[in-house]
C-alpha cells in the first residue's frame, strides 16, 4: 500500500509553503502520496511568486475518506486540503500574525488526525513561530507539547537525526535555570526506555548503544563541579541495564563532540536543548531532522525555524525538508516491517 504523507504548511508568511513547493519534484513520489494541509490560496500565492509552475489541486477531507489514497493519483499534482477558512488567510511574508499562528496549528491538528485515523502514514510539520501561535491563543512552545496533547501521549522526546547522527533531549523547551530541578532518574530512564524502543522500531536498530551526555561541565570532574553524574545520571544507566538497554556514560560534552566519540552509538541523549542542538546543527549541515518519539504517529520535521527574514524571497533551502520526508518513508518501512516479522 502506497504511503500517503501528510504535511503541514506552517506559518504561511515563513519560509515553509516555498520549501514545500521547491521540495516536491525530488520526493520519492512513486513510492508515496503528499498531500499538503493548509490553504490552497497560499500555494497558489507562492507558486506565482517563485515561478514554480506545479499543479495544484485541492480536495476536501470527505473525498479523502471516502475514496482514500486512490484519489491523490494524478502524477505531477500536488494535493491540498484547506485546514482552516478563506477568511483567516492574509499572506504578508515575513510578518509575525496571529491568524497564520492560527492556521499553522490548525493544519498540525488535521494532519494529526489524518494519521490517527490512518487517512494518511505520517506527518511532515513545516515550521510554526512560537511568537505567532502564542498571539493567536495557544500556549504550547512548539510542536512537540502540541502533539502530544492532540494524541495523548504521555511521554514525548524529541530526536535530531542526519544520517547516522542521532541526537535526544532529555528537556526540551524549558528555561537553562530550571534544568538542573528536573533532571532525575525517573526523566532519565524514561527517555532512555523511549530512545532505545525508537531506535530499534524507528530506525531498524536491533541492539542500540546509546551515549548519555552529562549535566554539568566535565561531566561534574567527580563531583567538584556538581553532582547530578553521581547521584541521577549514573544509577539511572545502572537501572537501565537491568532493562538491558545499552546505555553508557556520563559523557563530558565538548569532549564527547570534539573527538567525535559519537560515531561509536547509535543515538546520544543530551541533558538540555543546546547542549544536543548546538553541537548537532553544526555537524549536519542544514540537512538535520527533528523526529518526536513517544507518539502513536510518525512525525518528522526540519531542523530550521520559520526563516520571517527570508520569507518570499526565494532564498529557502529545502534541503532539511527532503531529509524530513525521506526520514518519515524510512520510518514507514521499518515499522511496517517490524510489523510483519512480529
Known amino acids: 500500500m502506497t504511503p500517503v504523507i501528510a504535511i503541514s504548511m506552517g506559518d504561511y508568511n515563513g519560509i515553509g509553503p516555498e520549501i514545500i513547493l521547491k521540495a516536491f519534484n525530488q520526493l520519492a513520489l512513486k513510492e508515496t502520496r503528499p498531500l499538503v494541509i493548509g490553504h490552497e490560496r497560499v500555494l497558489h500565492f507562492y507558486n506565482r511568486q517563485l515561478g514554480t509552475g506545479l499543479n495544484i489541486k485541492k480536495i476536501d477531507p470527505a473525498e479523502l475518506a471516502a475514496g482514500g489514497d486512490d484519489i491523490l493519483h494524478e502524477e505531477g499534482t500536488l494535493y491540498i486540503i484547506n485546514s482552516s477558512p478563506d477568511s483567516e488567510i492574509e499572506i504578508h511574508p515575513g510578518v509575525l500574525s496571529p491568524l497564520a499562528g492560527k492556521a499553522s ?8 488526525n489524518l494519521c490517527t485515523s490512518d487517512k494518511a502514514d505520517a506527518l511532515v510539520t513545516a515550521s510554526i ?28 522526546q524529541m530526536i535530531l537525526v542526519s544520517g547516522d547522527l542521532r541526537v535526544a533531549l532529555a528537556t526540551i523547551h524549558i528555561p537553562l535555570s530550571e534544568v538542573s530541578s528536573v533532571i532525575n532518574r525517573e526523566r532519565i530512564g524514561n527517555h532512555l526506555y523511549l530512545l532505545d524502543k525508537s531506535l530499534k522500531s524507528d530506525f531498524g536498530i536491533k541492539a542500540p548503544r546509546i551515549a548519555v551526555l552529562g549535566l554539568n561541565p566535565h561531566a561534574g570532574d567527580g563531583g567538584v563541579i556538581g553532582n547530578e553524574e553521581q547521584t541521577i545520571i549514573r544509577p539511572s544507566l545502572e537501572a537501565a541495564a537491568e532493562e538491558h538497554i545499552h546505555a553508557e556514560g556520563p559523557f563530558a560534552a565538548d569532549g564527547f563532540f570534539g573527538n567525535r566519540t559519537f560515531e561509536q552509538f547509535d543515538a546520544v541523549l543530551a541533558m538540555y536543548h543546546d547542549q544536543g542542538l548546538i553541537p548537532f546543527k553544526t555537524l549536519s549541515f542544514g540537512s538535520g531532522v527533528n523526529f518526536t518519539a513517544g507518539l502513536p504517529v510518525i512525525r518528522t520535521s526540519p531542523d530550521h525555524g520559520t526563516g520571517f527574514d527570508i520569507a518570499g524571497k526565494n532564498r529557502a533551502s529545502e534541503k532539511s525538508f527532503v531529509s524530513a520526508y525521506e526520514c518519515a518513508v524510512n520510518m514507514i518501512k521499518n515499522r511496517r516491517r517490524k510489523n510483519d516479522a512480529t
Open 105 to 112: 496549528m490548525d493544519a498540525v491538528r488535521m494532519g494529526t
Open 129 to 156: 513561530s512560537k511568537e505567532a501561535i502564542r498571539m493567536a491563543g495557544f500556549s504550547y512552545p512548539g510542536h512537540t507539547e502540541f502533539l502530544a496533547d492532540l494524541t495523548g501521549a504521555a511521554s514525548v
